[in-house]
Each structure stands twice: as structure tokens, then as C-alpha cells.
């Protein structure tokens, strides 16, 4: 018996990540406790982060893994350098982890292209 691994497995299995949604109960429940939620969020992207990092690494996606440092990264590192008024510092701090997330919501969206290539070539209809 062989046991045959896909060529897309982890391409399919970040998808898997990347479509996980919250239900809306448990937002609604978030919502009250917005300080938990905040800090799952932020616990949540630095786990997710290398995982992310080393799938599109092994499929040689090197062009979102550039966006991710020039549309992540780079605007985190500049935040810490900034001298925010108290007021609006929570605000200021919460950019990058909205950044991040938005990152990934373009990833999913752009994911599912990606099988529409490999679905398609000539390699994988024989």
C-alpha cells in the first residue's frame, strides 16, 4: 500500500487556517471582554506567523512573502520608533495587528487562484 501525498497538501492545509472563522456567538462574547480578545488576536499571529512563513517558503511563493515583510513587518518595526500621544496610542498600536490580519484575508482570497493554476496545467491532467 502506498500512501500518496498531495502536491498541494500544504497549500490546502493553509487554506485550512486561513478560512477558519469565529463564530458569531463567540464574537458577540468577545465583544464584551475586548482585552482577552485583543490578546488572543495578538497570541494568534505569532503563532500563526512562521507557520504562514515556512508553507509559502516551501511552495516558493517569494513575492508574498516580500508583501508580508514590506506590508507587515516594516510598518510594525516603524510603530515602536514613534512618539504617540497617550491618547491615541492604543489606536496606533492596533494598525499592525489589523495589518496582519488583512494580510491574511488577501492570502485566502489569493489562495484559491492558485488551485485554479494547478488544476489546469497539462502536468496535472496526466
Known sequence: MEIEISKNYNVRRLQQWLGYEISTLLLMLLSWFWNIAIILMIIAAFLFTPFMLKIL???????????????????????????????????????????????????????????????SSPASLS
Do not use: N, Q
Open 57 to 119: 517558503f516551501e511552495e516558493r511563493r517569494f513575492g508574498w512573502i516580500i508583501f508580508f515583510f514590506l506590508f507587515v513587518i516594516i510598518p510594525t518595526c516603524g510603530f515602536f520608533f514613534l512618539e504617540i500621544d497617550a491618547s491615541y496610542k492604543f489606536a496606533i498600536e492596533m494598525i499592525p495587528l489589523a495589518l496582519f490580519y488583512f494580510y491574511c484575508f488577501v492570502l485566502k482570497l489569493a489562495i484559491k487562484d492558485w488551485y485554479f493554476h494547478w488544476s
